[in-house]
Nanobody, 121 residues
Framework: QVQLVESGGGLVQAGGSLGLSCAASGVIFSIDDMGWYRQAPGKSRELVASISSGGSTNYADAVKGRFTISRDNAKKMVFLHMGSLKPEDTAVYSC???????????????WGQGTQVTVSS
């Protein structure tokens, strides 16, 4: 089995910073893109940032210049540093990874359980 386990999140005041981590575990052959998504109440899930296995990054316009995504391939982890947080960043943040398992013929998308980030004004 493959699992993604997130840590971090919590409550922070507007203008503050917060970090999220996500670790992949299990019988993993390779990990392609990893990313962070968020879903605010009453809204659909949206991509926040993604990073390829080679380190190429992609950000939603709403977080460019404020958030930074990074990864540690050896540790099978992805990180999200969130700075200059705004109340509209409040959401459940989930990590995602495209993973090929040992013996698997295809790549599948896996999700973490989600972690709440709340930004107070």
């Amino acid at each position: 089995q493959v699992q993604l386990v997130e840590s971090g999140g919590g409550l922070v005041q507007a203008g503050g910073s917060l970090g999220l981590s996500c670790a992949a575990s299990g019988v993993i052959f390779s990990i392609d893109d990893m990313g962070w998504y968020r879903q605010a109440p009453g809204k659909s899930r949206e991509l926040v940032a993604s990073i390829s296995s080679g380190g190429s990054t992609n950000y939603a316009d709403a977080v460019k210049g404020r958030f930074t995504i990074s990864r540690d391939n050896a540790k099978k982890m992805v990180f999200l540093h969130m700075g200059s947080l705004k109340p509209e960043d409040t959401a459940v943040y989930s990590c995602n990874a495209i993973i090929r398992r040992f013996g698997g013929r295809s790549k599948d998308a896996y999700w973490g359980q989600g972690t709440q980030v709340t930004v107070s004004s």
